[in-house]
């Protein structure tokens, strides 16, 4: 098989999840990877258990009660989904999407470090992520606040209104987690120059947005009786009281000119280079400016930067080097590893991040000698599981020109199909996005 030009390679690699198999080289790479943000998300049609199959599983374990006969709804729930997003993950023929997907999942982390998360996780993904994702930001900000999976995450669900009716009766009160993480992760970073009134404020306009665990209609609920009543300063602004005070403000933040600056540099972050190149951002920024946050003119833009066909310097993190890598492999479902096992044992598990600025998207922070040597071991035990794979053929498929001469003449070179295939892997040119 004649291996990729650069061009096509740089694409494939940089923006997508590596290429597949022996998947057919796109002709023309940019617009390839344009023509992946056109009409609805495919994977959306993905098996997926609902944000109320979720509320459902949790309001089970509620009145299990540690009743060993129950089952494990939540865990069995997670897993099902989690095989799904995997399947999606390696056999998409759209992976720019699915890449853009999981850097908005990972910017609006939720976690599974946090119990209730887990049954809710993937919907939150499919739900409030996946059909904005071509769409407005202030509509997947939106989307992100109602959805039970945030609203449980970052205990909005239970943040009650000082002076509320239910407040007022019993005595408990505000929970600051999600209006402090909106401000300073999702939207204005302190950049804006809000004060810890703006964290308290803001928790006020967002008492009331909450959640409902019983069918007949299990999901986002607003709870006038929590809410805090009166009108509420934040950002220099008043708010009113009520669900539509919430919209406005949210509304204001995602148009803020320190929230598109904050997206700008961190899609240019994912996509180009650890150090964003002032000029990406200023260009990313200026057209979200232009079309009012339109995150599908961005994503295209970002194909335009001439930084981002520059050599490959970003470190694949190890969630893009098992896709990768599997993807290259393309193994059939029943001759693949648990993806979820591999992916903890590298330190990146699915929705695990540990805190909620989500998992960090530098070099630094995942190129230490034991995490390096651990992606060895694991190529080399990967590769024991293909053992009729052509090394050459799987080289010139999955990096192409991007492959030196003389790391292919390593793999040519090595003792087995095994130690060939292991030595791809663990090349520096593979460990490149």
């Not at 996780?121 to 109602?146: E, K, N, Q, S």
């Not at 964290?199 to 006020?204: C, K, L, Q, W």
């Not at 930067?305 to 694949?316: D, F, I, S, Y």
Request: aromatic share 8%; proline share 8%; with cysteine.
């Amino acid at each position: 098989m004649a291996p990729m030009n650069r061009e096509t390679a740089h694409a494939m690699v940089r923006f997508g999840l590596g290429p597949r198999g022996r998947e057919a080289f796109p002709l023309v790479p940019k617009a390839w990877l344009a023509g992946q943000l056109d009409g609805a998300d495919p994977a959306r049609a993905a098996p997926c258990h609902s944000a109320a199959d979720g509320l459902l599983a949790l309001r089970e374990v509620r009145q299990a009660k540690g009743d060993p006969n129950a089952g494990h709804p939540v865990r069995d729930l997670f897993r099902a989904d989690s095989d799904a997003a995997i399947e999606t993950l390696l056999t998409t023929a759209t992976p720019f999407r699915e890449r853009l997907v999981w850097f908005w999942a990972n910017h609006f982390t939720v976690s599974i470090r946090r119990a209730t998360t887990a049954a809710l996780a993937h919907a939150f993904v499919r739900d409030a992520i996946r059909p904005y994702v071509t769409g407005r930001f202030a509509d997947m900000l939106l989307a992100v606040m109602r959805h039970p999976a945030m609203l449980l995450y970052l205990d909005n669900a239970v943040s009650i209104g000082p002076d509320s009716t239910a407040g007022l009766r019993r005595h408990v009160g505000l929970n600051e987690n999600l209006g402090r993480e909106c401000l300073e992760l999702h939207t204005v970073t302190p950049a804006a120059g809000y004060t810890q009134a703006d964290v308290t404020g803001f928790a006020r306009v967002l008492t009331g947005w909450s959640v409902n665990y019983d069918p007949p209609t299990p999901g986002f609920l607003y709870r006038a009786n929590t809410h805090e009543p009166g009108d509420i300063a934040v950002l220099g602004r008043t708010w009113p009281s009520g669900e539509d005070g919430g919209v406005a403000l949210l509304g204001f933040l995602a148009a803020h000119k320190t929230t598109r600056h904050n997206l700008a540099t961190k899609l240019v972050r994912h996509f180009v280079a650890d150090v964003p190149p002032p000029a990406a951002v200023a260009r990313i920024e200026a057209v979200l400016n232009q079309t009012d946050g339109d995150l599908k003119a961005a994503s295209l833009a970002l194909l335009d930067l001439p930084e981002a066909w520059q050599p490959l310097t970003k470190l694949r993190t190890p969630f893009d080097y098992v896709v990768a890598v599997l993807r290259a492999l393309d193994l059939p479902p029943g001759n693949r590893p648990d993806v979820e096992a591999v992916l903890n044992g590298l330190g990146q598990g699915l929705f695990g991040a540990p805190l909620p600025n989500g998992w960090p998207d530098t070099a630094t922070d995942w190129a230490g000698p034991e995490a390096l040597m651990r992606r060895v071991d694991w190529a080399y035990a990967v590769a024991g599981r293909a053992p009729n794979a052509d090394p050459e053929s799987v080289a010139a498929a999955s990096l192409g020109d991007l492959l030196p001469t003389e790391s292919r003449q390593h793999i040519v070179r090595a003792p087995s199909r095994r130690d060939a295939l292991a030595m791809l892997f663990a090349s520096p040119e593979f460990q490149r996005r």
